[in-house]
């Protein structure tokens, strides 16, 4: 299900088959864009998934905004929750690293999950 798209950003989500909710997010998660993002975290946050994977391999750009959005998210999910950011682009975990916020998100990478 498709839940925001604007100016070539997307927002998809569907359950992969054990519960967890798989959110994917494609295009710039910028200051436009980052209000949908909470939107959708705001959906699902009743859905009673076991984890919420934001796959974000697709995301082109990643400023302060997209930031603050997936800090939003973290607070919002409900405990016993756990949001996991799959894949981060090589932006993402820029502005992840350089903000010193790497440490704040649980990472998978290629099926391999870290606690940073």
Known sequence: MVA???DGFAV???DDGDGTTVLTIRGDLDI???PGLV???????GSGAPAIV?????????DSSGLSAL???GRRVPPGTRLVLRRPSEQVLRVLTL???LDSFEIEDDG???RS
Request: aromatic share 8%.
């Open 32 to 34: 436009a864009t980052a």
């Open 71 to 73: 800090l939003v998210a």
């Open 112 to 114: 391999i999950q870290q």
């Open 39 to 45: 939107a959708t975290f705001d959906e699902l946050s």
């Open 12 to 14: 998809s989500f569907g």
């Open 54 to 62: 934001v796959d974000m391999r697709q995301v082109t750009f990643m």
């Open 99 to 101: 903000t010193g916020m």
């Open 4 to 6: 925001s798209m604007a």
